[in-house]
Structures are given as C-alpha cells and as structure tokens.
C-alpha cells in the first residue's frame, strides 16, 4: 500500500500526467489526477492532499484560480503547492508566488527526478500540514520598509483594501519546507472581500 503521502496532480496534458502519476506511484506514493481546474479544486477539497503539483494554463478554471481558492479556504490554505508550467515569465512567477505557491518550475527545465526531489521536500505528516492555525495580524502602524511594501504591491491607499476601503490583515501560515524556527508564507488579506495582495 503506498502509504508516503497523496500528491495530487493537475494537468490537462494526459502525457505529463502519467509521467508523474506513474514516477510518484513506483516511489510510493498515492496519485490523484485530475486534467482541469474545476476538478482539480473539488479534489483538493475533499481529498486534502500532502502535495499539489498544478498546471496554470488549465481548462474551466486556471490554474491562478485554483491556487487562489486553494489558500482561500480553511481546510486547504496549508496544502503545499508546486506550480508545474510552460509558462515561465518573470510576471507569472511574481503573481504565483503571490498567491502563495511553495514552488515554480517550469516545464522542460526540470527533470521527473528533479520534481520529484521538491515533492519529497515538501511532503510532511499529514497532521503536521493539516494541524497548525494561520495567524492574522493587524498593521497599526507603518515603519520601517511599509512604504516599498505598498509602492511594490501597488497599494495606493496604505494598507486598505483597494476595493472596500477596509484596513487588511497580515495572514501568516506555517511554511513546511524550512527546517530551524518558525517559518511563515504571508498574505495581505482584506477581511470583507477576501481579497489577497
């Protein structure tokens, strides 16, 4: 029984999928499948997977949408994500990385071998992904960097919500892959909308 982990991967290239499904299987692990974003989602959601392995460029709902709701809901926010796309301009990065993804490899420059290696580094008991809270925090005051904070995300009225005018949080949830401390992946999140930036 392959008993690693649950790596989910979301790709619509039926090619790539069995590459992977077939590489994470023989190193034993458990691979659900999905070939676009809509069912890569509903899967997520109700498998809660160790590891998602996502395509951007999906059908029915791409792979940024996914990644966004994928942070956005509770149950999932702190499932590892590995960003797995031809799409490899600096842009695309920045707005994956963003919205939260742990990694971004590029189809075509990485090995099956190479992937697989960021899957193991990132694959930890399920109750240790599943286990700890975020943190929101509130921005009362603005010091030290603040203002390349907001001139960088293009923040034009501080730290408020660009659509509601409502002071956002900082949200910070556990980050798996560093070893030594207490690591954290952030957000700016606006508590009305739920907006991140």
């Not at 590892?80 to 993804?101: D, H, N, Q, T």
């Not at 742990?102 to 580094?121: A, C, E, H, M």
């Not at 390349?148 to 002071?167: A, I, M, S, Y």
Request: hydrophobic fraction near 35%.
């Amino acid at each position: 029984m392959n008993d690693k982990g649950t790596i989910l991967i979301v790709e619509d290239q039926q090619g790539f999928r069995r590459i992977y499904e077939d590489l994470l299987t023989n190193e034993g692990y458990s691979v659900l499948t999905a070939e676009d974003g809509e069912k890569g989602w509903e899967m997520a959601k109700e498998q809660k997977p160790h590891v998602v392995l996502l395509d951007l460029g999906l059908p029915k709902m791409d792979g940024f949408e996914v990644l966004q709701k994928l942070r956005a809901d509770e149950a999932t926010k702190a499932v590892p994500v590995i960003i797995f796309s031809v799409m490899g301009e600096e842009k695309e990065i920045k707005r994956a990385m963003a919205l939260g993804a742990n990694d971004y490899t590029v189809k075509g420059f990485y090995t099956p071998r190479q992937i697989l290696s960021k899957i193991k580094g990132l694959v930890t008991k399920s109750d240790t992904i599943h286990g700890p809270a975020s943190f929101k925090l509130g921005i009362k005051e603005k010091t030290k960097d603040a203002s390349k904070l907001e001139l960088e995300l293009g923040l034009v009225r501080g730290f408020r919500c660009p659509e509601c005018d409502v002071e956002m949080n900082l949200e910070l949830f556990p980050d798996h892959v560093k070893d030594g401390g207490h690591w954290f992946l952030s957000r700016l999140q606006c508590p009305q909308c739920g907006k991140a930036f």
